[in-house]
């Protein structure tokens, strides 16, 4: 089955801890994002990659690293986690940039 | 639609009816647009997209109309069903200094039987 698979679902964690979300699409997409969704916000992107070793911010960066050593797999790396990033992220892939990209379940972080 | 504070703007139909949710992106530039469906507690999931150089793109009950001389976007569902209750989003791809994808704050929609 077609499908982009993040872990952990649900993390509950303490502020300055590091921690990382996985994401892995099993689509051989080129394109891979990071995206958090807040109330009233919408979704904004965090990092997007266009292919392996290319990778590139999006609106709200800060906080954030990424990093694409595979073509299947995109990580969200939190290094230094702060309450203001607590949030409900999704990672997303396609083919190319221009095309509807699939979306993981959400992983819903709380940074206490 | 624009979301106002933390509440979504809201459209509420009766089943069978049609059902239209509009959109307005910020940047004539912009030459790729989807409409994604989200239901409470999963990601957001395809639904139809379109490009600049059409107006109109019909989906299976769906059905995008661009309208690019005032930037707007809509969403029709025809004989709308409950389970059709979900959030529902459009996204630009915004030419600006860099190329991305931005997405509108949603419309709730919700079906009463």
């Known amino acids: 089955e077609a499908q982009v698979t993040q872990n952990p679902r649900y993390l509950i964690t303490v502020t300055g801890k590091k921690l990382t979300v996985t994401c892995s699409q099993n689509?051989?997409?080129?394109?891979m994002s990071w995206y958090r969704q807040d109330p009233g916000l919408g979704l904004r992107q965090i990092y997007y990659?266009?292919?392996?070793?290319?990778?590139d911010k999006g609106d709200v960066p800060e906080g954030y690293k990424v990093s694409r050593k595979e073509k299947r797999n995109f990580p969200l790396i939190l290094e230094s986690p702060s309450p203001n990033q607590t949030s409900l992220y999704f990672c997303?892939?396609?083919?190319?940039?221009?095309?509807?990209?699939?979306f993981g379940d959400g992983t819903r972080l709380s940074i206490l | 639609g624009e979301s106002v504070g933390l509440h979504l703007p809201t459209l509420s139909v009766q089943e069978g009816d049609n059902s239209i949710i509009n959109c307005a992106y910020s940047?004539?530039?912009?030459?790729?647009f989807i409409w994604y469906k989200q239901e409470s507690g999963k990601g957001p999931q395809f639904i139809i997209d379109?490009?600049?150089?059409?107006d109109k793109r019909q989906g299976q009950r769906v059905t995008v109309l661009l309208n690019k001389t005032v930037k707007h976007l809509s969403l029709q569902i025809a004989a709308t069903q409950p389970g059709d209750s979900a959030v529902y989003f459009c996204?630009?791809?915004?030419?600006?200094?860099?190329?991305?994808?931005?997405f509108g704050k949603g419309t709730k929609l919700t079906v009463n039987p």
């Open positions: 996204a630009e791809n915004y030419q600006g200094g860099s190329e991305k994808l931005v």
């Open positions: 379109i490009r600049s150089n059409m």
């Open positions: 689509m051989n997409h080129e394109y």
């Open positions: 997303a892939s396609s083919f190319y940039r221009n095309q509807p990209q699939h």
């Open positions: 990659s266009m292919n392996v070793e290319v990778t």
């Open positions: 940047n004539s530039a912009s030459d790729y």
